[in-house]
């Protein structure tokens, strides 16, 4: 079945700092990228939503100048969460559709830290 | 505004015994109705899924059933098993995938099987 490798899987950083997060289709091509954050005990919330070789769409209330997302390629997108914060703590979780794939197929979340 | 409502919100189950999610939706444009199984610290991982066109699909011990007139559907687990403790979130899309459309998801349901 289609697989959605997301790295890292945990990560901790200082306040103020910039982290990157990775998302490959293994098996597939990803034409549309969602991305999610998810706090404890809490369901999915769609951050945006990005094509390949275009501008992500954003939901309302997130600010797209902190969560840079891109989507250069059919089997890469990438959220940077930019000058994090410890409000920024959260699961992060990446979720791809496309081509050879049927459905949505999610990554298996990073645990992002700010300290 | 809420497009899917999923209740209950907490299960409890003995072993052995049958649990049920069931969720309705407002958008009659939805045509994938798929129901996800997380674990803590991991993402969501497709269990089963059915369109409008079937009232039931049945994969191995887990069943949804469908009411299209209703616009409610629901996820029956038989033989529940400790193992199967995790929340559950219904969700459902426009196109399977296809053409960009988000997932709207449920609020989840957090299942606990009790030896």
């Known amino acids: 079945g289609a697989v959605v490798s997301q790295h890292p899987s945990w990560v901790i950083c200082k306040s103020g700092t910039s982290v990157k997060i990775e998302c490959r289709s293994l098996d597939f091509q990803a034409t549309t990228m969602f991305w999610y954050r998810q706090f404890p005990k809490q369901s999915l919330m769609l951050m945006a939503t990005s094509n390949e070789g275009s501008k992500a769409t954003y939901e309302q209330g997130v600010e797209k100048d902190k969560f840079l997302i891109n989507h250069a390629s059919l089997t890469l997108s990438t959220l940077t969460v930019t000058s994090a914060h410890p409000e920024d703590s959260s699961f992060y979780i990446c979720?791809?559709?496309?081509?050879?794939?049927?459905?949505?197929?999610f990554g298996s979340g990073t645990r992002l830290t700010v300290v | 505004q809420q497009q899917v409502k999923q209740s209950p919100q907490s299960l409890i189950v003995q072993k052995g015994g049958i649990s049920i999610i069931n969720c309705a939706y407002e958008n009659t444009a939805f045509d994938y109705f798929p129901w996800y199984q997380q674990f803590p610290g991991k993402g969501p991982a497709l269990l089963i899924a059915i369109r409008p066109d079937v009232s039931e699909k049945k994969e191995g011990r887990f069943t949804i059933s469908f009411n299209k007139s209703a616009k409610q559907f629901s996820l029956h687990i038989m033989d529940s098993q400790p193992g199967d403790s995790a929340t559950y979130f219904c969700a459902a899309s426009r196109g399977s995938g296809a053409g960009s459309y988000q997932l709207t998801f449920g609020k989840g349901t957090k299942l606990s099987v009790i030896p």
């Open positions: 979720s791809a559709s496309g081509t050879g794939a049927y459905g949505y197929t």
